[in-house]
Nanobody
């Protein structure tokens, strides 16, 4: 079993920045691609970004490209999401997830509990 715990969410003004972390514990972190998703009130969960195990492959949703940066530290079993130039429409609960099927997978095996990000205008 893999456990994911997100942290770093909060309230920020538009144009500000936040850095989310996702700590992974349990069975080995090795080989898992990681993704960040978000769900705004009344909306479906949407993909934000994914990173391969090596970090060599990354792809972003168009809505966050150029503003968000994903990274991972496999020695610390942690994935990060640096969010800059935040907009009110970025307000959502952000979830990290792990998949054994590669960075292009749409099937994720494990999910965190989420962290709230609120961007005020």
């Amino acid at each position: 079993q893999v456990h994911l715990v997100e942290s770093g969410g909060g309230l920020v003004q538009a144009g500000g920045s936040l850095r989310l972390s996702c700590a992974v514990s349990g069975r080995t972190f090795s080989g898992y691609a990681m993704g960040w998703f978000r769900q705004a009130p009344g909306k479906e969960r949407e993909f934000v970004v994914a990173i391969s195990w090596s970090g060599g492959s990354i792809y972003y949703a168009d809505s966050v490209k150029g503003r968000f940066t994903i990274s991972r530290d496999n020695a610390k079993n942690t994935v990060y999401l640096q969010m800059n130039s935040l907009k009110p429409e970025d307000t959502a609960v952000y979830y990290c997830a792990a998949t054994a099927y590669g960075v292009w997978s749409t099937e994720y095996d494990y999910w965190g509990q989420g962290t709230q990000v609120t961007v005020s205008s």
